[in-house]
């Protein structure tokens, strides 16, 4: 697992990483919405990939400095390799990433309701009204820390 800016990614990775999200946020959940939103350029990437050098694994974080946050976007693990712990590697490298880098007070993300649980283990609490966003019913989630 590696991260990058950017400015960093190669043309090759942008589109992996636009490929895996489509794949799986727009075709596979058959959710109809605008992937790309411009805050991919003022992200950091997390990507993961197999023997073959084909993406598994993405993520993305970007910080909010007017709400004063850090938030988790866009994580998708490729079908072959769900349930096999890539998820929350992934997740932990970025929390401890986020935070060693920023004293910010908060961490969020908006997660899909049937993923909500997987992030309830990994420190995080939901938090506001559940909301539809592109056909698939969210809510919102904060890092609270794990005991």
Request: net charge negative; charged share 30%.
């Amino acid at each position: 697992m590696y991260r990058k800016t950017f400015e960093e990614l190669s043309k090759d990775e942008l589109y992996a990483l636009a490929t895996l999200r489509q794949q799986v946020f727009i075709v596979e959940q058959n959710s109809i919405y605008s992937d790309l939103d411009d805050y991919d350029q003022t992200a950091i990437h997390y990507l993961d990939v197999d023997p073959q050098d084909k993406l598994i694994a993405y993520a993305r974080y970007r910080k909010i400095p007017q709400l004063d946050e850090v938030k988790i976007e866009r994580v998708v693990l490729a079908r072959q390799v769900r349930g096999l712990g890539l998820g929350k590697s992934l997740i932990v490298t970025m929390l401890k990433d986020i935070q060693d880098e920023y004293s910010l007070g908060k961490i969020t993300l908006s997660s899909q309701i049937d993923a909500s649980e997987f992030y309830r283990r990994l420190g995080f609490a939901e938090f506001g009204e559940v909301y539809d966003d592109g056909g698939i019913m969210h809510v919102g989630m904060v890092y609270q820390g794990v005991d």
